[in-house]
C-alpha cells in the first residue's frame, strides 16, 4: 500500500464533505481577521518598530529565555503587563496558544480535577492531554453544571485541586463567560480560575485590559492576554501569581525548550498594550461598529451573540455557508465560512468579525450584499 494513502483517503473524505481547509491571501473588506483595532498596519507601531531597529532592539532572541535568549524587552513587557492587568507577575510566550498549551500541561496536577467549558479554545485540549490532571467538559456557561461536577468530584473522594477553565468572550459565538458567577463558584470551592481573554483584550474593560475586571486581580486567577488579535502583533502573555510563575520556568516544557519571542515582538507589545489604554476612542469607536452591525443583521441568526465584534450568521448546512460566502468575496468583502469540526455539525456559520480597518459604509455595504446572497440561497 502507498505510505501516503491513509492521508490521502482523509483528505478526500475533508474534500467530498466540504470540509477541506486551505490557504488564501486575504483580499478585500476585512470582515474575517482578528485586527480588531486595526493596529496590525498602526503608524505609530510601525514608527516604534523603525525607532526601535535603529536603536540597537535585537529582531531575533538568540535561544530559549534560559540559554541566552532572556533580553531586557521581555522583563520590561512582563513588568508592564503585571502593573497594568493588576497581577503580581506576568510571563510571555510566542503566541496564545503556546501559553494554553504550557499552562494547561504544567500547572493542574496529578490528582486534580479540570473543569472547562465545552467550547473552550483547542489549544487547552491539548494542553490538557499533555497534563496530569483529569479533566472533563461542561455545557456550554452552564454554572450549575460546574457546581455539580464540583460536589461529585468531591463525594467519589477528589481531594486536589479543582481548576475551572473558560474563555471571556468566544470566538465563534460572539457570547460572554459567567465570569462573576464561576468566579464565585471557584471560590466558594477553594479552586482556580483559569480565563482566556483573548478576544477581549484590547476591545473591552478600563485601559483595554479585557473582561475580567478585578476577578484578574485575585489570587486564584490565571488570565491568558493574546497580543495577536486586538494588540495587532504576536505573542501571549500570562497574568499569575509570582510562585506559579517560577513553576512555570523551572517545569514548563514549552517555555523551557522553545527559543524565546523576538525582543522586537516582546517591545511592540508593550507599546500596544500602552497605545490602547491611551487612545480610548479605539474602543468607542467600535463600538459604535457593533452597534451599527446589530441594526443591520437584524432578524439573522446570531446564535447567542451578546453585543461583541463576532457575529455568527448561523447558516446551517455547509454548503450554504460556504457559497454565500464566495458570493459575498466575490463583490470585495472577506468573509469565510466556518464549518465543522470548528463549530458543531448543523450550525455552519459566516463569522463576521469587525474591525476598525473597514468604515461605518462599508458595513451597510457588506448587511445590503448579505441579505441578497441569502435570498439567492434561498431561491437555489
Known amino acids: 500500500m502507498d505510505r501516503f494513502t491513509p492521508y490521502r483517503e482523509q483528505l478526500d473524505a475533508l474534500e467530498k464533505a466540504g470540509r477541506k481547509r486551505r490557504l488564501s491571501i486575504p483580499a478585500g473588506k476585512d470582515f474575517s481577521s482578528n485586527d480588531y483595532l486595526g493596529l496590525s498596519r498602526s503608524p505609530y507601531l510601525k514608527d516604534s ?7 540597537g532592539i535585537a529582531h531575533g532572541s538568540g535561544g530559549s529565555r534560559l540559554l541566552g535568549g532572556n533580553h531586557p524587552e521581555h522583563e520590561a513587557l512582563e513588568a508592564f503587563a503585571a502593573d497594568h492587568f493588576g ?18 500541561a504544567t500547572l493542574p ?11 473552550i479554545h483547542a489549544s487547552v485540549h491539548d494542553g490538557m492531554k499533555l497534563g496530569r490532571a483529569s479533566f472533563r467538559a461542561f455545557p456550554h ?5 460546574v457546581e455539580r461536577d464540583i460536589q461529585n468530584w468531591r463525594t467519589s473522594g477528589g481531594t486536589g485541586t479543582i481548576w475551572i477553565a473558560a474563555e471571556s468572550l468566544y470566538s465563534m459565538d460572539g457570547d460572554r463567560a459567567p465570569l462573576v458567577d464561576l468566579a464565585r463558584i471557584a471560590d466558594m470551592h477553594d479552586a482556580m480560575l483559569v480565563i482566556d481573554e483573548a478576544h477581549a483584550v484590547g476591545v473591552y474593560g478600563e485601559g483595554g485590559t479585557g473582561l475580567a475586571g478585578d476577578i484578574g486581580r485575585q489570587d486564584n486567577a490565571i488570565l491568558l492576554r493574546t ?4 494588540l495587532g502583533g504576536e505573542g501571549g502573555l500570562l497574568t499569575l501569581p509570582k510562585l506559579l510563575r517560577e513553576f512555570f520556568i523551572n517545569r514548563a516544557r514549552p517555555f523551557i525548550f522553545s527559543t524565546a519571542p523576538s525582543p522586537l515582538t516582546a517591545h511592540l507589545a508593550q507599546q500596544a498594550i500602552a497605545y490602547v489604554a491611551d487612545n480610548s476612542s479605539l474602543q468607542s469607536d467600535l463600538a459604535g461598529h457593533i452597534a451599527l ?5 437584524a432578524g439573522l441568526s446570531l446564535g447567542d451573540h451578546q453585543n461583541s465584534q463576532i457575529f455568527p450568521i448561523i447558516l446551517g448546512e455547509d454548503r450554504v455557508a460556504v457559497e454565500v460566502a464566495a458570493r459575498l468575496q466575490g463583490q470585495g468583502f472577506d468573509v469565510r465560512a466556518i464549518r465543522p469540526p470548528t463549530v458543531p455539525a448543523g ?20 448587511s445590503a450584499a448579505l441579505h441578497e446572497a441569502l435570498l439567492l440561497a434561498d431561491a437555489a
Do not use: H, M, P, W
Not at 450550525?347 to 457588506?366: E, H
Open 141 to 145: 456557561n452552564d454554572c450549575n453544571a
Open 49 to 55: 518598530a523603525q525607532t526601535a531597529i535603529a536603536n
Open 347 to 366: 450550525t455552519a456559520r459566516l463569522r463576521i468579525s469587525l474591525t476598525l480597518n473597514v468604515t461605518q459604509d462599508d458595513i451597510r455595504d457588506l
Open 87 to 104: 497581577s503580581e507577575s506576568s510571563l510571555f510566550f510566542g503566541s496564545g496558544f503556546a501559553a494554553n498549551t504550557a499552562l494547561f
Open 109 to 119: 496536577q496529578t490528582g486534580d480535577l479540570l473543569l472547562y467549558d465545552e467550547l
Open 293 to 297: 452591525a446589530r441594526d443591520c443583521f
Open 227 to 230: 497580543c495577536g488579535k486586538a
